[in-house]
Structures are given as structure tokens and as C-alpha cells.
């Protein structure tokens, strides 16, 4: 006669379940949808401040981690600590499970920040910006107008610049609020004659008819200036963030001459995310894995985002292109929005309850 089932202590009950909790949790968020939090205002104001919102990894394919040994539900570190929440001791290949699109033009993708080095590909800290650029497409702008393959871009209908707003008094941050404008998005000039504003053209409109406004001025780079933080560093192109390129963006398979403009333009791709053990350039020439090379096939694609806050935002302006295994996936809808400005009920933006992103 088989003996009765020994029941289960609270204790074992609620180890169990925290570890299917654990569990379920680890394999939604790798497999199917992640939680992201907006802490920048590099997508203002088509994304805020304090909107949440779900990350899709079904649409591109879910990412097969590249480094298996980590703290479930952790990033780069433990909670509340310094410590490492990984090893990478193993690092798989790069693989991707089949998806339901391409990364688009213009969709709001989430990746892994291409620069950030010290980490493996998969636990580089997450950003968020529009991919303006897909591979094969050449990037351009002209006095901050994007054009893409030659023609105007898609323009954000929320997208933001900054202006010089010239005012005949001073101005409380209540002003400002009544416009859409958080306290976060207009800097007073030291001379008190008037307000440097983060906005949309709509509210710089109405701005503009504010008798308080004597003037209102787009900052735009001089088309002759060159910034030194601009991609790609160390070059005489006399590039901006507002006169940019003509830039291609890599395509996977596309074969490239490697002249000195094409080493000035894609060295850092070649030696950062191709996958090779050693880049170099000795006497002039590129050797890869001890190898002189003239010409150079790309393996896999690339992107070139922007942020839709064009005067705001650090992105591939700044630090280049964003390679296809950096792809965590795609924004897709926000489910909370906090402003933090506000206090109890009022925090809630109701108005953004699960509105999709675009």
C-alpha cells in the first residue's frame, strides 16, 4: 500500500512558488516582452519622462543570450549593489529566433548602447531612439533636416529643437508648464533677456504669440563648424548635429573599398562589432587577424538612429551606428505614465494608458 502524499510546509509551499515566479517571469522577459522605463528626455515629445512601456522581442526575434551566466531578472548588476550580476566566462555565437519583421524605417527600437565597451553586447545599458537609418540607406542633414536616400525624412510629429526665446520680462516655470514645457526644457540666459526652450513647433507657435515674446530663433549649427564629438571622431569633416554626412549605413554582404574616407567612416565598426580577434592600421594598411586587407565585406547590418528631441539627444551622431546583435527589440506600447511634476492622482497621464508607440 503506497503511502499518503506528505504534504507540503508553508515554507516549501512559498519557496516553490517564488521560484516558478522566478521562472515565468525570466522566460516572459527574455522570450516574448520586457518593461522599460523613459529616464531621458532624448525622445521628447514623442516619448516622455517617466512612461513605461513594453518592450516586444516577438517582433525582431528574441536574442539568444550571449551570456548565459546571470541572475535571473538582473542586468549589469545585483539589485542595490556594485556587484556583477553575470560571468562571462561563456559567451555564445550571436543568434536571433525568427521574428515578425525587419527593424523598420522610422520604429522605435530599443538596443544595446553600442559604445559602452566594458560590457558584453547583451548587458550594455538599454537606449531608446527612432532607427531613421536601415542598412543600405545613406544619411544626410541639412540645417537639421534629415534626409534619407536623398529625400526629406519622416518627421516625428511630436520631434523637438531648441530655440532662443527672447522674452520682455522674466518668466516662472508655471508660464512655461501652461505651454507643455516641463522645468527640464528651458534653461534662462545668465543676462536674463530670455530662455533657452526645448519644444515642438506647436508650441513654439503659440509661444510666439504670447505678448510676452518679443523673438523666437531655431538654433541651428553653422554649417562650417566642425564638432569634435561628432562620429566619426578624429576627421576634417566639418560635420554637426545639424550638417551631417552624406553617411551609408553597412549592409550585411555589402563589399566595401577600403580607401582612407571609407577607414575614416567604418575602422570602429570593422574593429568594434565584426567579431574579429585583431584590427589594426599598420603603414596605412588594415590588417585583420594578422591579414592585409583592401577590400572588406560586411557580416552583419547596421542601423543609424535618432532621437525625435533633434537638439537633446546623444545617438548615432554622436557614436555611430548600432549593429543588428545590439537589437534588444521593438517599443511597442506603454501601459503607465508618471509625471513627476505633478503629485497624487494628478502624477497619472491617463491620456497615455496604453497607447501604442509609433
Do not use: C
Not at 516574448?32 to 522581442?57: N, R
Not at 533657452?196 to 503659440?206: D, M
Not at 549592409?251 to 585583431?278: C, M, P, R, W
Not at 537589437?327 to 494628478?346: P, R, T
Amino acid at each position: 500500500m503506497s503511502q499518503p502524499k506528505k504534504k507540503k510546509s508553508p515554507t516549501r509551499e512559498w519557496v516553490d512558488a517564488l521560484v516558478f515566479a522566478v521562472v515565468a517571469a525570466s522566460l516572459i522577459r527574455w522570450l516574448l516582452l520586457e518593461p522599460f522605463t523613459i529616464p531621458t528626455a532624448s525622445m521628447e515629445k514623442s516619448l516622455l519622462v517617466g512612461d513605461f512601456l513594453f518592450v516586444s522581442k516577438m517582433h525582431y526575434g528574441t536574442r539568444i543570450p550571449k551570456t548565459p551566466l546571470q541572475v535571473p531578472l538582473t542586468h549589469q548588476k545585483i539589485w542595490g549593489t556594485d556587484l556583477p550580476s553575470y560571468s562571462d566566462a561563456i559567451q555564445l555565437p550571436y543568434y536571433r529566433l525568427p521574428g515578425f519583421s525587419d527593424v523598420e524605417r522610422y520604429d522605435v527600437v530599443v538596443f544595446n548602447y553600442p559604445v559602452e565597451f566594458q560590457y558584453p553586447p547583451d548587458l550594455k545599458t538599454n537606449y531608446i531612439k527612432r532607427a531613421v537609418g536601415i542598412p543600405g540607406d545613406v544619411i544626410e542633414i541639412k540645417s537639421a533636416e534629415l534626409f534619407i536616400n536623398g529625400e526629406s525624412a519622416m518627421k516625428p510629429e511630436e520631434m523637438q529643437f531648441s530655440y532662443d526665446v527672447i522674452t520682455s520680462r522674466p518668466l516662472n516655470a508655471d508660464f512655461f508648464m501652461e505651454y507643455g514645457v516641463n522645468p527640464e526644457s528651458f534653461l534662462a540666459f545668465t543676462d536674463g533677456s530670455g530662455y533657452l526652450v526645448f519644444a515642438t513647433e506647436e508650441v513654439i507657435s503659440r509661444l510666439e504669440s504670447s505678448p510676452v515674446v518679443t523673438s523666437v530663433n531655431k538654433r541651428i549649427e553653422r554649417a562650417d563648424f566642425r564638432d569634435p564629438a561628432i562620429y566619426p571622431a578624429n576627421t576634417n569633416y566639418k560635420w554637426n548635429r545639424d550638417h551631417y554626412g552624406p553617411l551609408k549605413v553597412p549592409a550585411a554582404g555589402e563589399t566595401i573599398q577600403l580607401t582612407q574616407e571609407n577607414l575614416e567612416k567604418y575602422f570602429l565598426v570593422i574593429e568594434k562589432y565584426e567579431g574579429h580577434d585583431s584590427v589594426v592600421m599598420q603603414d596605412g594598411a588594415l590588417m585583420i587577424d594578422g591579414q592585409k586587407v583592401e577590400n572588406y565585406t560586411f557580416k552583419q547590418d547596421y542601423y543609424f538612429m535618432m532621437g525625435d528631441n533633434r537638439h537633446d539627444s546623444l545617438d548615432s551622431r554622436f557614436w555611430g551606428f548600432v549593429p543588428e546583435d545590439h537589437i534588444v527589440g521593438k517599443a511597442w506600447f506603454l501601459w503607465l505614465s508618471l509625471d513627476k511634476y505633478e503629485s497624487m492622482f494628478n502624477k497619472i497621464r491617463w491620456s497615455r494608458f496604453f497607447k501604442g508607440i509609433e
